[in-house]
Nanobody
Framework: QVQLVESGGGLVQAGGSLRLSCTIS????????MGWFRQAPGKEREFVAA????????LYADSVKGRFTISRDSAKKTVYLQMNSLKPEDAAVYYC?????????????????WGQGTQVTVSS
């Protein structure tokens, strides 16, 4: 059973940085995509970034381009989301997601496996 565990959320001032981590366990396939989504209160879960594990294909939401970076550590089976220049509108619960995709997808419906989420709060 695939399990995803996020960490790294917290409280940060606007303009600050945070790095989220998502550790993967139980994988039985080698081709997949890792994604990050977020959900603010009263809003739908929205795409943030995604990266193919065995390739270099990366997607970012327009709202985070140039500020957020998705990366991975193969040895640690961990994917990261480095968030810089944080804004109050970035505050949300951040979820990592995974599925057996060849190319990254922006649709949350394409991901079967999800972590429990980690809270990011940005003070103005």
């Amino acid at each position: 059973q695939v399990q995803l565990v996020e960490s790294g959320g917290g409280l940060v001032q606007a303009g600050g940085s945070l790095r989220l981590s998502c550790t993967i366990s139980g994988l039985t396939f080698s081709t997949y995509v890792m994604g990050w989504f977020r959900q603010a209160p009263g809003k739908e879960r929205e795409f943030v970034a995604a990266k193919s594990w065995n390739g270099n294909r990366i997607l970012y939401a327009d709202s985070v381009k140039g500020r957020f970076t998705i990366s991975r550590d193969s040895a640690k089976k961990t994917v990261y989301l480095q968030m810089n220049s944080l804004k109050p509108e970035d505050a949300a619960v951040y979820y990592c997601a995974l599925d057996r995709l060849v190319v990254p997808s922006m649709s949350r419906h394409d991901y079967s496996y999800w972590g429990q989420g980690t809270q990011v709060t940005v003070s103005s």
